[in-house]
């Protein structure tokens, strides 16, 4: 007797007998004739050629460790990476909840089934507007960049103008997505992106070029605090003031785990808030971490701009009880398709639950502490670093997390310098040479919580090394 | 017929996080700086003008109980816990070896710009994934950058702005051709990219006709987006002639392949013609939806389409994996890096872990149990299949209306939605906009659940019709085993009352709050 191929574990009508009793049950005499619609030219000629199949867990798990171990990582290694991905503390218990299978496998249910997950997506606005002061926050989309890009969007349709202004010093990746957004020049819809000069002292917005270019047909400001290269923003208020005076909406981009020691952005008279999740709980992931909330004022104007979901707390039909649904539905791409604002569909809503659990542990206290530990440990290393001799830091004391490290004294490449700090076990920051030949062999150095002094003193000792 | 099973969701009563706690409560601490950084550094980093001076209003709680907040929430969502045949959405089984392999520190703890060097092992799955896609579609090239599918389209109509730019005729080809029928991202992403959008409408076989199409292209034609099979369980049997409609007119043609459960391994995007395709990895790939992301749209085309996709692109030079990030015609990033590599990586092992025979086996399965549960549904007095004239089988899924049991008991989708959760099986999906039949709803049964489930889930949906008749009340005011009542949707298009943040809501509601919310 021929044996027959065995059950495969993710399938349960795999069993034997099972497909045979649904095709007798709906009066197939085989599966082919099931497929009756198809004509029988579609069918593929090439035949599937696709790796061997691992169906046991056991050499499933042995295949994907041995390709993950290929791997080096950043715990291994001490890395010094950040420009839009960093390296922060992840709280166990943020780890479990998001790895909860209700909240992984969970695809949408209603108001009432799936109410906890509801919750938790509101209490990540709830808390995020407690961190901006804000009223409305939006769940989150799927990048920094791409909230900025909405937001550019809304500010855009709010003030019928097509021109926004932005920082020459941005980070290219996630101003390439903000282009993209804009659109190009031969779409009616395109908003012309125009970059603002940086102080070449500070790295901040240069105010007299702001003022230059803000006209009656600018839509909006963005602008970053703390900015790509890491620079505290002082004039924030100042470009916010000018923008309004020009009727520009001005659209922002913070660092969650600055919010402790920064001022809020609400406070200080920001429109349109936008800024990535990553930092607040979730880990690097490639990459993969990412994604961007959009926040505002509780007017109408901004709300009816929204592109996603906007999770509002509401009554239930039982007297006191609460539970939570989608405000202002109806003009996502969901219920009114092209004519929605921009689009909307899967995002990164595990994000959400992620930031709501490391809110809620770290609190008031835990977000002050944090801010002043990370900022402490980056001077502390812009000053270890600038001792290297040849090693210069371009913008020093302005700075939070992220730092401009400039080797152009050592007569070497930022390149070179990785290359044997690499081969120390040391990831040393992004090279900015190619994408800014004006800051010579420089590179974005990211210092967070999770670096020690200890790990401070041994980059610099390092590096001294591999310079002498 | 299989009794339905007596279920009580947990309900905690759990307050909101912000009412949790007291006053100087602590869930983390943080080390104060070394002497040697505070000695280094002193104090006031931060310049007075642009410090924080208030204490943001954040939850005081301790560790454990921010977990057991959060672990009473995650017991409040029934997830896919029960039997969740939710169309459209082709609910799998998502493997917990590769969401445990997924959290190692060896991806976790990964940063996308390590030299690739350091990054050969997760390279290496990205480019045998995007190889396996290649053999499913017969296309040349993937990438995975789009964060869900709809962001896949949305790469689409950015490949297509950058590959008509190219030709000079950018500011020719306006137009996006797609069916109402079509999932809304479609025409919402070309909208968004730029694109002026012509709607077809479904036609008396239950698809937009071949005549429609070749009457809508044209020389301002950029792009056609189209599914097949569709929400309906329809196949177009038309989609070769479409192809060559498309090119007939110089247009581009995307196949949206979100309904690929029924059809993979059987059919091949490149062999019928097609330009693009995209892949739901959260979906048809076995990784998890968390309810609506991180996903992954895998977008791939053929070469002549490749210089114009976001970069990088995954390369393999005698067995070392680099990223080519130098693609000049490229159309910018879609979204920062390279995608959610980790549902990536789940993708790939739920891959693997099929191989070519079970991806055959999985595709005939969906099929075979979808027609199974139409013979079931169709006993049920009050059910109406869309286009009921059409006689043929469907495909994976199959779009129901319960048009005939709404006008005779008033009971209808939403309803239905709502009570089926006091069984323990997850609301149905009702349709996308716009609903083509009334009160719509759509079952798939896909290749994870038993013929026991599907069972279990008719019994349901049986029992809910009989109560729609003799006790419709019920049904109307359900649920009434879940974590709450039903909730009252008037607030959430009245900005008086919305509350999208605790601020606000202490603002608009705070009297009721103060008597105890949640």
Known sequence: MASRPRAHPWMANSAPGVLEGMLAEIGAASVAEVFEQIPADHYRKAPLVLPPQLASE?????????????????????????????????PAVVDEIVGRTEFLTNVWGSYQSDHGRNQAWWEFQSQLGALLNLDVVQLPVYSWGCAAGHAIRMAARITGRRKVLVPALSDPERLSVIRTYCEPPEMAGHIAVVTVAADPTSGRLDLADLRAKLGPDVAAVYFETPAYLGTIELGAAEIARAAR????????????????????PGDWGADIVTGPVQPLGVHMNCGGGVGGFIASRDEERYVRQYNGFLVSIAPTAE?????????????????????????????????????????????????????????????????????????????????????????????????????????????GGKDLSAELPALGQSALWCVTEVHSAADIRRAAQTLKEILQ | MTAPREFHAARWNEPLVMQLGRPGARGQLFPAPEPEVAEAVGEGLIP??????????????????????????????????????????????????????????????????QHPDTLQGVLSILHEFDQILRALSGMDQFVFQAGGGADAAYTMAAVARAYWADRGQLGQRTEMVTSIQAHPCNPATAAAAGFRVINLPLEEKGYPSLQALQAAVGPNTALVMINNPDDMGIYNPEIREWTKAAHAAGALIFYD?????????????????????????????????????????????????????????????????????????????IREFWGNVPQVVKAWAWARAMGAEGIRLASDISVVA????????????????????????????????????KEETGVGTVDFANRMADYGIDPWWMSHEPWIVPEPFTPEAGELWSKEDIDAW?????????????????????????????????????????????????RKHGAEAARGAA
């Open chain 2, 48 to 113: 007075a003008a642009v410090a924080r001076k208030d204490r943001p209003q954040l939850p005081e709680i301790t560790e454990f109980e921010a977990q057991r907040h959060y672990l009473h929430l995650s017991q409040m969502t029934l997830g896919m816990m029960g039997i969740s045949l939710f169309g459209t959405c082709t609910m799998k089984y998502n493997s917990k070896t590769a969401e445990y392999a997924a959290q190692r520190p060896e991806l976790a703890e990964v940063h996308p710009y």
């Open chain 2, 257 to 333: 392949h979100a309904n690929f459960n029924g059809v993979m391994g059987k059919l091949s995007a490149r062999e019928l013609g097609f330009d693009a395709c995209m892949f739901m990895l959260h979906k048809t790939f076995g990784a998890p939806k968390a309810g609506g992301g991180p996903a992954v749209g895998a977008y791939g085309c053929t070469a002549e389409l490749a210089p114009y996709l976001p970069a990088p692109v995954v390369l393999e030079r005698a067995g070392h994996y680099l990223l080519d990030h130098d693609r000049p015609k490229s159309c910018g990033k």
């Open chain 1, 58 to 90: 056991l050499e499933l798990r042995r295949e994907l460790v041995a390709r993950l171990r290929r791997n080096e990582d950043c715990e291994r290694n001490l890395s010094f990476l950040g420009a839009g991905v960093w390296q922060h503390h992840v």
């Open chain 1, 319 to 427: 007297p006191g009880q609460w539970g939570f649904g989608l405000a202002s539905s109806h003009q996502t791409s969901y219920g009114a398709r092209e004519h929605g604002r921009d689009w909307t569909g899967n995002s990164t809503y595990l994000w959400a639950i992620a930031g709501a659990v490391y809110m809620s542990l770290l609190g008031p206290e835990g977000f002050r502490e944090l801010g002043n530990l990370i900022v402490a440990r980056a001077r502390y290393a812009q000053r270890l670093l600038a001792a290297v001799p040849g090693v210069r830091i371009v913008w020093p004391d302005t700075t939070f997390k992220e730092f401009v490290v400039n080797f152009d004294g050592t007569g070497r490449s930022v390149a070179e310098i990785n290359d044997a700090l690499r081969a120390r076990g040391i990831f």
């Open chain 1, 245 to 264: 005076a020009a009727g520009a909406e001005t659209i922002v981009g913070v660092d969650p785990v600055s919010l402790g020691v920064l001022a809020a």
């Open chain 2, 458 to 506: 008719i019994a349901v949906v049986a029992r809910i019709a009989r109560e729609a008749r003799e006790c419709p009340e019920k049904v109307r005011t359900a649920p009434h085993n879940q974590p709450v009542a039903q909730v009252k949707g008037e607030v959430f298009d009245d900005p008086a009352r919305w509350a999208m943040t605790w601020r606000a809501f202490l």
């Open chain 2, 370 to 405: 979808n027609n199974y549960m139409d013979r079931k549904l169709a006993e049920i007095p009050g059910l109406q299949r869309s286009h009921d004239n059409i006689a043929v089988r469907r495909m994976e899924m199959t779009r129901w209306s319960l048009g005939p049991l």
